[in-house]
């Protein structure tokens, strides 16, 4: 299994060192026939439940910028996923904006928004920012369950859906193709900066802030800086959210439970690990459609699994494989230097 | 010439006076040693120099010529001062060799955006640093662990790497605290060693805390004793070691002078 992955790491960084997007094309690629085959294998369904899918990686992609890489336990992400939802939508019904327009204005207002979620971070830690990222994040969710601008109880109908032209992204299948391409082009740039020194700043922070800032890091900078890098993906992940066929929004999408959901993705799939939190999202979102039917319990069983992945599996399955892997070679590269010693 | 220089450096905790009008006085490419009972203030010291706490108003801290007491960390760090810390604070589930990079950080020669824009330019730099930090790695013994979690390494390793992550940030002054604490005394030895190579080969000026006297009066060329937050004696090894106050600081006022020189010898 673990010889399994590391064949693949192994091809990936091949054709990387041929041209550093080239893992990326054919990864893309490979997902371009996913909803024909879904739609004529299962049904269509499950290709509406791929678009959400691609929306949940986006969205634990970058929560796990700023809770797995750098630490900081925020539970105000479906706030600003619901800002980025909310914003894209209105510009679209008030102004008439193409989507191609308010979706980026969604997208820097969320990251805004990203600021004031992450100023408690610069003097609180641990429980206690989560507690005031709770309030800010459920602030929102009420700010739009009370205000008949931003849909009230009612939520807001009849969002336009993305058009280039006159090809209209008004089917599943179409959908697919904006979405995917999004949450591709999200998790590569999410390696680009975790894998800078950029990223490296993000874990020192996450492990040591003091040593990190005797290390000569800017840590009020590079914390806000996290929030909003994540911002931005909930907000481009709200926006594609609203303009998704039926292009209905409203509250209930936003609650707790969901961010709870959303915080499992990342806990189960491994905390600092951006694969995990792509194998975390498709799995829960999995889980999450599969289990519809008892939906009352659902909470009782996602709130079970946590528990459980915390304290057996801390690093998550992502976490899992990686430390494997870093065993494996290290211990081959042991191997090799005796064999040629 | 003086790298640096304090004036009037006090620090309180509500009513503790932690450190109170304390001139120190550190040449350039020199190693320094400062030393101190238990809750004398030395690192105290190293967390007002390094900015991790600030020192009380009315303190002067002078490094190169530039004026640091009101800087934070980071900025002192560019400037040139880094330290290692008494209990490590190694970032333990990042690997060897990312500890040592993100030493690197201020050193970095691209903006936090260019990940984004540029993802050829970061790669070949980020190669670049990785070269020269394996290099640095090979120099401590480490190389072969760059790419396993600090977390995995043994407690001298650890200290080692420590020692690399602060070299890493390419200091002037380097501030070690306790660096041989929880090593026997053939490694303490060793790790001198190291430390003292590591001085010539990147040209540092440095300021040890250390507990273990032997290793102090053996290694420093000046000596700067702390008790109870005041500086009570400055100066060669010699001149300290038989200093009145230095000694009554260590081992009460009962004790006499014989005996005590027999102690520090032994």
Request: hydrophobic share 50%; proline share 4%; aromatic share 10%.
């Amino acid at each position: 299994m673990i010889g399994f992955f590391t064949g693949v790491e192994a091809f990936f960084t091949g054709l990387s060192r041929i041209h550093r997007l080239l893992p990326w094309i054919l990864a893309y690629l490979l997902l371009l026939p996913l909803p024909f085959l879904l739609k004529f294998g299962i049904s269509e369904y499950y290709v509406d439940l791929a678009n959400r899918a691609c929306l949940f990686i986006l969205l634990s992609v970058g929560l796990n910028i700023v809770k797995g890489f750098c630490g900081q336990v925020t539970v105000g992400h479906i706030g600003l996923y619901a800002i980025g939802a909310v914003t894209s939508a209105l510009l679209a019904i008030n102004y008439q904006l193409p989507f191609w327009v308010s979706a980026p204005i969604a997208i820097l207002i969320t990251g805004l928004a990203g600021i004031i979620v992450g100023l408690p971070s610069v003097r609180l830690e641990g429980a206690y920012l989560a507690l005031a990222t709770l309030g800010l994040g459920e602030s929102v969710r009420i700010m739009i369950a009370v205000t008949p601008a931003f849909g009230s109880s009612t939520g807001i109908m009849m969002i336009p859906e993305p058009k280039i032209g006159e090809f209209i992204f008004n089917s599943f299948e179409s959908y697919y193709y904006l979405v995917m391409t999004c949450a591709i082009i999200g998790i590569y740039l999410s390696f680009a900066i975790l894998r800078s020194s950029t990223g490296r700043a993000f874990q020192a922070i996450r492990e040591d802030a003091i040593a990190a800032s005797v290390a000569g890091i800017n840590v009020p900078f590079y914390k806000l800086l996290a929030f909003v890098i994540s911002a931005l993906y909930a907000g481009l992940a709200g926006a594609l959210f609203a303009h998704m066929p039926p292009g209905y929004l409203h509250h209930n999408n936003f609650t707790i439970i969901e961010m709870v959901t959303l915080l499992l993705m990342v806990v189960l799939g491994g905390i600092g690990n951006i694969w995990g939190g792509v194998i975390g999202a498709i799995v829960v979102t999995v889980i999450y459609d599969q289990t519809k039917d008892y939906y009352f319990y659902q909470p009782l069983i996602f709130g079970i699994i946590m528990v459980v992945m915390v304290v057996f599996m801390p690093h998550g399955i992502g976490g899992v494989v990686k430390q494997a892997m870093i065993k494996r070679k290290f211990i081959e590269n042991q191997e090799e230097s005796r064999g040629s010693a | 010439m003086a790298l640096l220089e304090t004036k009037g450096l006090s620090k309180s905790f509500g009513g503790v006076q932690a450190l109170q009008d304390v001139d120190v006085h550190i040449e350039e490419g020199s190693i320094h040693g400062l030393i101190g009972p238990n809750g004398s203030g030395k690192s105290t010291f190293f967390n007002v120099i390094s900015g991790v706490y600030r020192p009380d108003s009315g303190s002067s801290v002078l490094f190169d010529n530039h004026e640091i007491s009101q800087l934070p960390p980071h900025k002192i760090t560019e400037l040139g001062i880094s330290r290692t810390f008494q209990l490590l604070r190694l970032f333990l589930e990042m690997t060897v060799l990312e500890n040592v990079m993100v030493g690197y950080h201020c050193h970095t020669p691209y903006g936090f955006l260019s990940p984004i824009l540029q993802g050829s330019k970061v790669r070949e730099a980020d190669e670049k640093i990785q070269d020269e930090m394996i290099e640095m790695l090979q120099f401590l013994g480490l190389a072969s662990y760059a790419n396993l979690p600090a977390g995995e390494l043994s407690g001298g390793q650890r200290r080692l790497l420590s020692l690399g992550r602060a070299i890493a940030m390419k200091p002037k002054l380097l501030l070690l605290d306790e660096p041989g604490a929880g090593l026997s005394p053939v490694n303490v030895d060793h790790l001198m060693h190291t430390i003292l190579s590591l001085k010539e080969k990147y040209k540092l000026t440095v300021v040890v805390v250390e507990h273990i006297l032997k290793v102090v009066m053996n290694t420093c060329e000046r000596i700067t004793v702390l008790d109870h937050g005041q500086k009570i004696a400055e100066g060669s090894p010699e001149e300290v070691k038989n200093d009145h106050a230095v000694i009554e600081a260590y081992l009460g006022r009962e004790m006499a002078d014989e005996d005590i020189r027999q102690v520090i010898r032994a």
